[in-house]
């Protein structure tokens, strides 16, 4: 492993568990739609005047560190790049899987979908929360901005947390209790401290 990018044991349980329960064509099209998400974030950087310092890859998923100095426009920019990317992949594969009746790639579109949705939600660590808090620290100061990004990211994960419930006879209802679960433990040591993943 490089300096430019570490697998945590943590991911390696992540892409094993997804192979397990999906498959190796449900593995090949998230690790598909994650690729072009971060790659969404590096043109953004590299765009920007910045500069992509590497990729960690655990348990919260694929994550990219830069250096740059941007203005808080900038910044909200890059972090909503990601999600804008795959936004467009899924419109792509969607487009291209209908007119090919090609199920791999109706896959990735339903997948790189649900992946920017979840991203988009409004708690940290996620791009949508860091974009969100972006902005209110400008707005209302850093410690409001704290206080803020607590209320709102439990909030959030417990809505996901009742629609899991509301779904639990389904897949879906699984993967967003789970999902409920994550955000709820994150934010303790990340919006505490305000530490970005």
């Known amino acids: 492993m490089s300096r430019r990018f570490s697998l945590s044991p943590g991911a390696i349980f992540v892409l094993s568990f997804i192979y ?11 690790i598909l739609s994650v690729a072009v998400h ?17 990729l960690r890859f655990d348990t919260s998923g694929l994550c990219m560190s830069g250096t740059g100095a941007y203005s808080t426009a900038g910044e909200v920019i890059t972090l909503l790049a990601g999600p804008l990317s795959g936004l467009v992949l899924a419109y792509i594969c969607a487009k291209l899987g209908d007119a090919a009746q090609n199920n791999f790639l109706l896959r990735t579109s339903g997948i790189s979908l649900a992946l920017t ?3 988009l939600l409004p708690a940290l660590p996620l791009d949508g929360g860091r974009a969100l808090c972006c902005m209110l620290r400008g ?3 850093e410690r409001r901005c704290e206080n803020a990004m607590y209320f709102i990211g439990l909030t ?38 305000m530490r970005m993943l």
């Open 20 to 30: 397990f329960f999906g498959g190796l064509s449900c593995l090949a099209a998230v």
């Open 38 to 54: 971060e790659a969404g974030h590096a043109a953004a950087i590299r765009t920007l005047g910045g500069k992509v310092k590497g």
């Open 117 to 119: 949705a979840y991203n």
């Open 139 to 141: 707005l209302i100061g």
């Open 156 to 193: 959030t994960a417990l809505a996901l947390a009742i629609l899991g419930i509301c779904a639990r006879t389904t897949q879906l209802g699984i993967v967003l209790l789970a999902s409920s679960v994550w955000l709820l433990i994150a934010q303790t040591g990340i919006v505490k401290s």
